[in-house]
């Protein structure tokens, strides 16, 4: 309330802004909930509560025994989730996601056998519930939400569960649920299209169908002869069976969209979805800053291909990449790849204030993606893409202008104390630092593509050497120090870089006017110019320096 006042007292004498740059609310309550062991204790006993539920209703026999059998079986995936998935197992919100999902197809499980052994359903006779059992249901959300590691968690302990909490454990429910999950869970290990979700529970379902054939569930077939076959009732059993998997597929993919926005995961789907270069900022920037829109997008195929050869997220570092630079549509005349050729601002300003203009944009980007309601990776690689990196530009022209005034001080007798020192820290970007392994990516790939633009006939070891030295320098200035790239990831990072420009960059034949005679053979020591670079200002800063 005080600062309120306070700010617009400073308005209207002129000392402070309107406009107020949007941040990302970071609830502390939200935050203390995520790390409490407290609610970690409150969903495992819900999930308990859960099962005792399952078990204790009904007529099976010897639930007391099942009941503990189920208890001791909890501890064990507790254990192995604490040990194989740290990352999950500190944030309390991905463990509400994996039980409640495992709890969901339990559920569901009881509830058609409870309806298949009613008998109040004519069509649906108590030997029909292992075909309609939801077997895929939670190996499939999970394989899609959180990676194949936690689908394999689930249909292993999902299967276990499944077969004793109704009754004495049963060996074929138990081997149908395990290679159903495992066929979900290995044929959605990079899910980018929704139709890719119901071809797996397409396998799935054939796959349901084969072991149901193999133990009995379906028929019974008389092999030897064919005309004694219910052909109606098995053609039903099939069908059921098929479109188990299809059906569980289909509920799965719509599910994933609300469980996307209620537990803050991007799936790849979406992630593909949002690259759609209609955008509104990105058709923004075609028009008010083409030459960022075209480098954002040299990025995105720099940064995609890299990611790709290390085992990265591929499509979440494109789409990122189109996004990356987006602050320079606050001032975008002030970058050198949309100055025109006329004049170059930076001429009539100070060091310190290019400096600030162009260290801005990263600021200005993320208020933009908060505007735009973009994706929370998308706003931190915004904000890490630059790291704490330095204007070196910028700093070397203040550092220049600083020896100049010495020298002229001098003459004209004035003390050094009254010359301002340069400060390095003025110069150099707020951070953070690249904190994943496709922010890193699309850092580095910025730099490689920027500074690609000022080789004047680029041949593979000049395009190898810079690569290797822009690498070499993030390192050095410990950019790295707070992503997990390993060295030899680097290494390939570096030689798909390479790769990529050299395409890019490659040389192009001289075609001759028409009415032209060809021009005669030049020397094969001798190539043709690859860029044809633009002119800028003499005066304007290389590509790189923002």
Avoid at 300 to 305: G, R, T, V
Avoid at 349 to 362: E, F, G, N, Y
Wanted: with cysteine; glycine share 6%.
């Amino acid at each position: 309330m005080f600062d309120f006042l306070k700010r617009a007292r400073l308005i209207k004498r002129g000392l402070a802004s309107r406009k107020m740059r949007r941040r990302r609310s970071r609830s502390e309550l939200i935050r203390n909930l995520e790390n409490s062991p407290y609610i970690k204790v409150l969903i495992f006993a819900m999930f308990v509560g859960g099962l005792a539920f399952l078990v204790f209703s009904g007529k099976q026999p010897e639930p007391t025994k099942n009941f503990v059998i189920a208890l001791l079986v909890l501890a064990t995936a507790i254990t192995q989730l604490w040990i194989n998935q740290p990352k999950s197992f500190s944030q309390n919100s991905r463990i509400l996601l994996v039980f409640s999902i495992i709890l969901v197809q339990l559920a569901v499980t009881k509830l058609l056998l409870v309806i298949c052994n009613s008998g109040d359903y004519r069509f649906l006779k108590p030997e029909m519930a292992g075909l309609i059992t939801p077997y895929a249901f939670a190996p499939l959300v999970l394989s899609v939400l959180l990676g194949r590691q936690h689908g394999l968690y689930a249909a292993f302990f999902v299967s276990l569960w499944g077969s004793m909490l109704f009754g004495p454990i049963d060996a074929p429910l138990l081997i149908t649920s395990l290679i159903s999950g495992f066929t979900a869970v290995s044929l959605t290990l990079q899910v980018r299209r929704r139709s890719k979700l119901i071809r797996a529970g397409f396998y799935v379902g054939v796959a349901i169908w084969m072991l149901s054939l193999t133990f009995g569930l379906i028929g019974p077939i008389n092999w030897f002869y064919p005309t004694a076959n219910d052909w109606s009732m098995l053609g039903w059993q099939t069908a059921l069976a098929i479109g188990n998997g299809i059906v569980t597929a289909t509920i799965v993919g719509g599910a994933l969209p609300m469980l996307e926005n209620l537990f803050g995961i991007t799936t790849d789907i979406s992630w593909l979805e949002a690259s759609d270069l209609n955008h509104p900022l990105l058709r923004r920037m075609t028009i008010e800053a083409p030459g960022t829109y075209h480098h954002s997008l040299v990025v995105a195929n720099l940064a995609e291909a890299a990611a790709e050869a290390i085992g990265g997220n591929a499509t979440l570092c494109r789409v990122c990449a189109y996004f990356h630079d987006v602050g320079k549509l606050v001032k975008p005349e002030y970058f050198t790849e949309n100055m025109s050729f006329e004049r170059n601002p930076h001429d009539d300003l100070a060091p310190t204030m290019s400096a600030l203009i162009i260290i801005a944009h990263v600021k200005e980007g993320v208020d933009l993606a908060l505007k735009h309601h973009l994706n929370q990776r998308i706003i931190d690689i915004i904000q890490e893409h630059h790291g704490t990196s330095l204007v070196r530009y910028f700093y070397q022209r203040a550092l220049q202008q600083h020896e100049d005034a010495r020298a002229g001080g001098k003459i004209m007798k004035l003390r050094e104390d009254d010359i301002p020192e340069v400060k390095e820290e003025s110069f150099r970007y707020s951070g953070p630092k690249p904190q994943t392994k496709e922010s890193a990516i699309v850092s580095l790939a910025d730099t490689v593509e920027s500074a690609s633009r000022s080789l004047e006939k680029p041949t593979p070891q000049k395009i190898e050497t810079l690569v290797n030295e822009l690498i070499d320098e993030r390192i050095s200035d410990r950019q790295l120090d707070d992503c997990d790239l390993t060295l030899g990831e680097l290494k390939v990072i570096a030689d798909r870089f390479r790769f990529t420009l050299l395409s890019m960059l490659h040389s192009r034949i001289a075609y001759p006017k028409a009415g032209q005679k060809p021009a005669a053979p030049r020397d094969k020591a001798l190539r043709p110019d690859v860029m044809a670079a633009m002119r800028k200002p003499e005066t304007a800063p290389p590509v790189s320096a923002a």
